[in-house]
């Protein structure tokens, strides 16, 4: 029997940290699979700003679940995704559960604010009752298509009502069936910290720069008790960044010869496609012998 996403992702989650790169588009998630990591994570913010919109909830399920097949597919990796508050209230939850996992997803995230959401680094987010997420919780892990599949609970309490409240929250949503705690928006090593003594378990870490948290490694994370590690938009940075300034050079200079050092090549391009002018392509599989393949045998 071919073995699911969310094997993979939880026999990689065994043995140690798994680092895995926000993949903007599935270019993009490619070369994460081509880097050698051993996960990818689809950011809903990152797919609202592609799109040309602020990250408050405005990306559909059914746009998320095409995101979902392309990344996935293209990577050839575990691919972990973001279903903010899980589109509505618990049926939605439930839709949201079965259709990520058909769409490829070995694990997603549900958030406790109140719709509309916002950034998890920002302030002014509402959150809602504990109850109605432990509820929302129970019933994604109980329409699992698979037990293989991930089933991740993030709660925004710290930057709200507390580390104490998360901390709770925490706990409660590990009871309702969360395989892995996401809290979000910690601001220190310490809180890191006291999270995994106080809520024993599988933790993510959200790594963005620019807000709340500091810079802190891979390794430290590991140390401090962490399993997953996503980087929700740092490529999407990078990228925009050489965007912006290539712009300003093209309008300045009206060619972009400078930089053309700082391009990949027509011949990276092909590489990274698997692409040879003048002979058949074959579309990227997704299949258990392919990730085996990658060395997660």
């Known amino acids: 029997m071919t073995e699911l996403p969310g094997y993979w992702l939880r026999r990689s989650m065994s043995k140690g940290l798994v680092l895995a790169p926000g993949a903007f588009d599935a270019l993009v998630a490619r070369a994460v699979g081509r880097a050698g990591f051993e996960a990818v994570y689809v950011s809903g913010g990152a797919t609202a700003n592609v ?18 097949r392309e990344i996935s597919q293209a990577s050839g990796l575990p691919t972990i995704v973001d279903a903010d508050t899980g589109y509505g209230e618990v049926e939605s939850v439930i839709r949201t559960t079965v259709e990520y996992e058909r769409a490829g997803a ?28 432990c509820e ?31 901390v709770e929250r925490a706990n409660a ?27 024993p378990g599988l933790l993510l870490a959200n790594m ?14 590991a ?9 929700p938009l740092s490529l999407m940075r990078l990228a925009m960044g050489h965007v912006v300034r290539g712009l300003a050079v093209l309008r300045r200079d009206g060619s972009l ?22 002979e058949a392509w074959s579309y990227p599989g997704r299949s258990g012998r392919d990730l085996r393949d990658r060395g997660r045998s």
């Open 136 to 166: 929302k919780i129970a019933a994604a892990a109980s329409h699992r298509v698979t037990n293989d599949f991930v089933l991740i609970a993030r709660t925004d309490a710290a930057g709200v009502d507390g580390f104490d409240a998360a």
């Open 223 to 231: 140390q401090l008790g962490y399993r997953l590690v996503i980087f």
């Open 106 to 133: 070995a694990a997603m995230h549900i958030e406790d604010q109140v719709f509309p959401k916002r950034c998890g680094h920002l302030d002014g987010k509402e959150l809602i009752p504990i109850d109605s997420m």
């Open 257 to 278: 010869a400078s930089l053309l050092n700082e391009m990949q090549t027509r011949a990276e391009l092909y590489d990274l496609l698997d692409y040879r002018p003048g």
């Open 208 to 221: 963005t720069e620019f807000g709340k948290t500091p810079q802190i490694t891979a390794d430290r994370f």
């Open 173 to 199: 949503y590990r009871a309702a069936g969360a395989d892995v705690i996401f809290p979000e928006g910690l601001t220190s090593e310490k809180e890191f910290r006291e999270m995994a003594q106080r809520s």
């Open 51 to 68: 799109a040309g919109y602020p990250d408050i909830g405005l990306i559909s399920l059914t746009e998320m679940c095409r995101t979902i």
